[in-house]
């Protein structure tokens, strides 16, 4: 059974810091790119950082230079640290897992809120 388990999201004042977490079990993590996707209310889910099976990255545009995503293959986990928080950075944040069209697993999402 695949599971992917976010942690780390929570309430932080612009300017602030969150390291959000994902931890995978069920899946051969090695092989899969690892995305964090965020959700806003009213919006749709859009892609903030992805790192492929052989470590390379790329960001949104919106959040380059300020969000760092990593990922530990040894321990099946993939990071996203998110600097310089903005309130428009508010959103569940949702890990994904991607091999293939049939391969594609999503977490239930944790909630980041940037205000004062």
């Known amino acids: 059974q695949v599971q992917l388990v976010e942690s780390g999201g929570g309430l932080v004042q612009p300017g602030g810091s969150l390291r959000l977490s994902c931890a995978a079990s069920?899946?051969?993590?090695?092989?899969?790119?690892m995305k964090w996707y965020r959700q806003a209310p009213g919006k749709q889910r859009e892609l903030v950082a992805a790192?492929?099976?052989?470590?390379?990255?790329n960001y949104a545009d919106s959040v380059k230079g300020r969000f760092t995503i990593s990922r530990d293959n040894a321990k099946k986990t993939v990071d996203l640290q998110m600097n310089s928080l903005k309130p428009e950075d508010t959103a569940v944040y949702y890990c994904?897992?991607?091999?293939?069209?049939?391969?594609?697993?999503w977490g239930q999402g944790t909630q980041v809120t940037v205000s004062s």
């Open positions: 069920g899946i051969t993590f090695v092989a899969y790119a």
């Open positions: 790192i492929a099976s052989g470590g390379n990255t």
């Open positions: 994904n897992a991607w091999f293939s069209a049939q391969n594609n697993y």
